[in-house]
């Protein structure tokens, strides 16, 4: 008898997709693609390009229907202005200090107390941290400001009075203590809801296993949560990083970078007074713009930075969606 010998089925046997079905396929996720695609192109990619472009003119009130080409003499004279590097010694020390203290610190310690506790009261305490949030930013501010007032109208006058300690206008005395409180109790919110929702989803059983060990509370926070809150971190720490860069409103109505000379001046802030407010009245949109599009590619290398010391690779698995 002889010997049957199987052979594998060749390619040609092999169903291949088409060049109609791969289209149609790429043309379903692209449909859906297309909306997001639209808003970022309309919102982020044009204003870029226009901030871009103002950048290198010599745009200002004087010249604001016919602006001249000037290239990159904007960028020059930003880097050249005396006032630049305290401008950004204050932004490094108000974003670093502000998130380290609030947007990231007091976050996680928010969370941690209010998942230790029972759920309902958990949630009241969170309820109550995300008032300055929802709180409109001229209310937000006077509150602050009256808290703040001189004798005999302030608040924390009339506590610290009868310690020993002399009656100021804090805005005016501690400037950089009023800016970070008021712009951390507003960042606080974001990361608590961010951390808690984090935490809550841990399974339990991890938690039951580490109390089985003989794990006191802050071993369990050490060696299970915090590992496994990298990703919600890295989330936070961008995101706020961020926000505290390009974010001026607060400080705009608190100090107005005051008082003095650009003592709580941060870049955000210089590039709307440049652009949009002077003292003399005579904006320039030029300028202005080249300072926010520094501000950008600072952004963008700091979001970088973080995603390779966060190792973002390692955190999110590769998705697997077969094709339709």
């Known amino acids: 008898m002889a010997e049957s010998t199987v052979h594998p089925p060749s390619k040609a046997l092999v169903a291949q997709p088409t ?60 880097f050249r202005s005396g006032a630049m590097g305290k401008i950004v010694r204050n932004t490094v020390f108000y974003v ?71 009656p100021e206008n804090w805005v005016l005395a501690a400037p950089w203590t009023m800016v970070i409180l008021v712009n951390g109790f507003i960042g606080a919110s974001f990361g608590m809801i961010i951390f808690t929702s984090a935490i809550e989803s841990i399974p339990e059983s991890y938690l039951h296993a580490s109390r089985v060990d003989g794990a006191t509370a802050l071993q369990t926070i050490r ?35 005051g008082p003095g000379y650009y003592t709580t001046e941060t870049w955000a802030l210089q590039a709307y007074h440049r652009a949009l407010s002077n003292y003399f009245g005579n904006v320039n949109f030029g300028l202005g713009a080249a300072l926010a599009a520094v501000l950008v590619l600072i952004g963008v290398i700091l979001a970088i930075v973080y995603l390779r010391v966060f190792r973002f690779g390692e955190l999110v698995q590769e998705p697997k969606i077969e094709t339709l």
Not at 47 to 55: D, F, G, M, W
């Open 19 to 78: 060049l109609s079905h791969r289209l149609r396929a790429s043309a379903t996720a692209l449909l859906f693609l297309l909306p997001a695609a639209a808003l970022v192109i309309t919102f982020f990619i044009v204003p870029v390009i226009i901030t871009l472009y103002i950048s290198m003119t010599d745009m200002s009130t004087s010249t604001f229907s016919d602006p001249n080409f000037i290239g990159l003499q904007n960028y020059s004279r930003m």
């Open 96 to 166: 670093g200090t502000t998130l380290a203290l609030f947007n990231v610190g007091m976050a996680l310690v928010i969370a941690l107390l209010t998942t230790h506790i029972p759920r309902r009261s958990g949630a009241f305490f969170r309820a109550l941290w995300l008032l300055p949030r929802i709180t409109p930013s001229v209310v937000y501010i006077m509150i602050w400001k009256y808290l703040a007032a001189d004798a005999p109208f302030g608040v924390f006058n009339q506590v610290l009075q009868p310690l020993g300690i002399a």
């Open 223 to 257: 060696y299970v949560i915090l590992p496994l809150l990298r990703w919600p971190l890295l989330f936070v720490m961008t995101y706020q990083t961020l926000s505290l860069m390009t974010s001026f409103e607060q400080i705009l109505l608190l100090t107005d970078g």
